[in-house]
């Protein structure tokens, strides 16, 4: 069971090919498996339908797929942080599929757990709903949605090991623990990669049956999109 | 004479009560925050996967891995838990957050909400917001009033709504009105603005409601 990979090719070796889906973790630029993104972009791999709740920014995360044109369809909640999204979504280049945001999340979940699909009362009346059944339950509407897997799934974690055991840290977490569920095979970057043992069976976020590689990536580079302060007030008084 | 944002706010964050887990969203509903009362526990929720938000960070101290929805860098509290985008909205579309307090394009009279998209405009997609008003237990809409001389509170919303009969408050900068969620349509003015006329409100709100000021000061 040697899941670690000592490259960012290596983890992706064999796995990469035109017109695949890939599920990709992270909330804007927390949490995202930037590493792995940089390898798939180096693939050239073409024509991807990418599962992520957002499209990075310019030059960023999956900001640089989009630059390369490797991205055929995004299936997303928002996108408003990216230019060249929207350029490339006006001019016909790219196909764009919005899911509610909990939708999305519950989506890959369901997909992970092996359901098919759900009902949620979120979009019943809008245009989300538009060709899908409603059902009554208890008197009130629901739309099922179907539950979303991936050919590869790709996340960020802060800790794991080689058994592939992870663990998230802070709001970086995010959609990382569902796509590593749903991805039909699931690398895994990892800030610090750690003697099998050493985490506490009892804190394990992502045990390690989800993940099929994992690699090292120490001290990655994080962007804040919002920094936001407050200042320092009276320290001295 | 109209509400300013931050009155508009301090409006909102008297809907708040001890003990509430409550969502803000992004612009004029952020600024409640700064007007928890004194002594008023409540919990603040960030859908991508906290509970227990802390104020900004420091210069200097922040974490690229603790932001809010907003991707703000923000701080935890002794209370802070995190979890995952399933758990989070599990929470919101269980039922389990109290309150949701957020902005919008349109209302209409019997609650039907439209914040997400305007046809042949670059659409950035509805995040949260269409979870948030399915599934929060109570739904307060803080914006204002009209949209370049054009109502917002309408008869029909006229923009793809993000969700039907879903909006149980509005606090807008001339006033505040309740809707039913449920049953006969019913929509009702219950405060001005300082210094608004009954009769501006009127000129310029589309929907129909009626007067029920005397309900409040009672």
Same mark, same amino acid.
């Given at each position: 069971?040697?899941?670690?990979?000592?490259? *960012?090719?290596?983890?992706?070796?064999?796995?990469?090919?035109?017109?695949?889906?890939?599920?990709?973790?992270?909330?804007?630029?927390?949490?995202?498996?930037?590493?792995?993104?940089?390898?798939?972009?180096?693939?050239?791999?073409?024509?991807?339908?990418?599962?992520?709740?957002?499209?990075? *920014?310019?030059?960023i995360?999956?900001?640089?797929?989009?630059?390369?044109?490797?991205?055929?369809?995004?299936?997303?909640?928002?996108?408003?942080?990216?230019?060249l999204?929207?350029?490339?979504?006006?001019?016909?280049?790219l196909?764009?599929?919005?899911? %509610?945001?909990?939708?999305?999340?519950?989506?890959?979940?369901?997909?992970?757990?092996g359901?098919?699909?759900?009902?949620?009362?979120?979009?019943?009346?809008?245009?989300?709903?538009?060709?899908?059944?409603?059902?009554?339950?208890?008197?009130?509407?629901?739309?099922?949605?179907?539950?979303?897997?991936?050919?590869?799934? *790709?996340?960020?974690?802060?800790?794991?090991?080689?058994?592939?055991?992870?663990?998230?840290?802070?709001?970086?977490?995010?959609?990382?623990?569902?796509?590593?569920?749903?991805?039909?095979?699931?690398?895994?970057? +990892?800030e610090?990669?750690?003697?099998?043992?050493?985490?506490?069976p009892?804190?394990?976020?992502?045990?390690?049956?989800?993940?099929?590689?994992?690699?090292?990536?120490?001290? %990655?580079?994080?962007?804040?999109?919002?920094?936001? +302060?407050? %200042?320092?007030?009276?320290?001295?008084? | 004479?109209?509400?300013?944002?931050?009155?508009?706010? =301090?409006?909102?964050?008297?809907?708040?009560?001890?003990?509430?887990?409550?969502?803000?969203?992004?612009?004029?509903? /952020?600024?409640?925050?700064?007007?928890?009362?004194?002594?008023?526990?409540?919990?603040?929720? &960030?859908?991508?996967?906290?509970?227990?938000?802390?104020?900004?960070?420091?210069?200097?101290?922040? !974490?690229?891995?603790?932001?809010?929805?907003?991707?703000?860098?923000? /701080? /935890?509290?002794?209370?802070?838990?995190?979890? &995952?985008?399933? !758990?989070?909205f599990?929470?919101?579309?269980?039922?389990?957050?109290?309150? &949701?307090?957020?902005?919008?394009?349109?209302?209409?009279?019997?609650?039907?909400?439209?914040?997400?998209?305007?046809?042949?405009?670059?659409?950035?997609?509805?995040?949260?917001?269409?979870?948030?008003? =399915?599934?929060?237990?109570?739904?307060?809409?803080?914006?204002?009033?009209?949209?370049?001389?054009?109502?917002?509170?309408l008869?029909?919303?006229?923009?793809?709504?993000?969700?039907?009969?879903?909006?149980?408050l509005?606090?807008?900068?001339?006033?505040?009105?309740?809707?039913?969620?449920?049953?006969?349509?019913?929509?009702?003015?219950?405060?001005?603005?300082?210094?608004?006329?009954?009769?501006?409100?009127?000129?310029? /709100?589309?929907?129909?409601?009626?007067?029920?000021?005397?309900a409040v000061? =009672?």
């Amino acid at each position: 069971m040697r899941k670690t990979r000592s490259t *960012v090719a290596d983890a992706l070796e064999g796995l990469l090919r035109d017109g695949m889906t890939i599920m990709s973790g992270g909330f804007g630029l927390c949490g995202i498996p930037e590493a792995l993104i940089e390898g798939i972009e180096r693939s050239g791999a073409r024509d991807l339908t990418i599962i992520s709740n957002n499209a990075g *920014v310019d030059g960023i995360g999956l900001g640089r797929l989009l630059a390369t044109k490797q991205v055929k369809k995004m299936i997303s909640s928002y996108v408003g942080e990216n230019k060249l999204f929207a350029e490339q979504f006006l001019s016909g280049e790219l196909e764009l599929e919005f899911n %509610p945001q909990g939708t999305l999340a519950e989506r890959i979940r369901a997909g992970g757990a092996g359901i098919p699909a759900f009902y949620t009362k979120t979009g019943v009346g809008t245009i989300i709903a538009d060709g899908k059944e409603v059902r009554s339950f208890n008197g009130e509407d629901y739309v099922m949605e179907t539950g979303l897997v991936a050919d590869l799934s *790709v996340v960020h974690a802060y800790k794991g090991d080689a058994e592939g055991n992870l663990v998230y840290r802070k709001t970086a977490r995010n959609f990382n623990p569902m796509m590593a569920t749903a991805g039909k095979v699931t690398v895994a970057e +990892v800030e610090h990669l750690v003697p099998t043992g050493s985490i506490d069976p009892d804190q394990i976020h992502t045990p390690g049956i989800f993940v099929d590689r994992i690699i090292h990536v120490p001290a %990655p580079t994080k962007h804040i999109e919002q920094r936001t +302060v407050r %200042p320092r007030i009276e320290e001295n008084a | 004479m109209a509400w300013t944002r931050d009155q508009m706010a =301090a409006r909102a964050a008297r809907e708040l009560q001890d003990g509430f887990y409550v969502n803000l969203g992004i612009g004029i509903p /952020t600024l409640v925050a700064n007007y928890i009362q004194e002594g008023m526990d409540v919990r603040l929720q &960030s859908e991508n996967g906290m509970l227990g938000m802390g104020p900004f960070p420091y210069d200097g101290e922040e !974490d690229a891995d603790l932001i809010n929805a907003g991707k703000q860098t923000i /701080t /935890t509290l002794p209370e802070t838990s995190f979890f &995952s985008s399933a !758990d989070s909205f599990g929470m919101i579309r269980g039922g389990h957050i109290d309150l &949701s307090i957020l902005g919008a394009m349109q209302v209409a009279e019997n609650g039907d909400l439209a914040n997400w998209m305007i046809p042949g405009k670059m659409v950035k997609g509805m995040g949260g917001a269409m979870d948030l008003v =399915a599934g929060v237990k109570r739904v307060v809409v803080v914006m204002e009033h009209e949209a370049k001389g054009q109502a917002k509170l309408l008869r029909e919303c006229n923009l793809p709504l993000t969700g039907k009969r879903v909006a149980d408050l509005v606090i807008t900068d001339l006033g505040v009105f309740t809707i039913a969620r449920r049953g006969e349509v019913d929509m009702r003015l219950i405060e001005l603005a300082d210094g608004v006329t009954l009769d501006e409100i009127k000129a310029k /709100t589309e929907a129909h409601f009626t007067v029920a000021l005397d309900a409040v000061a =009672a």
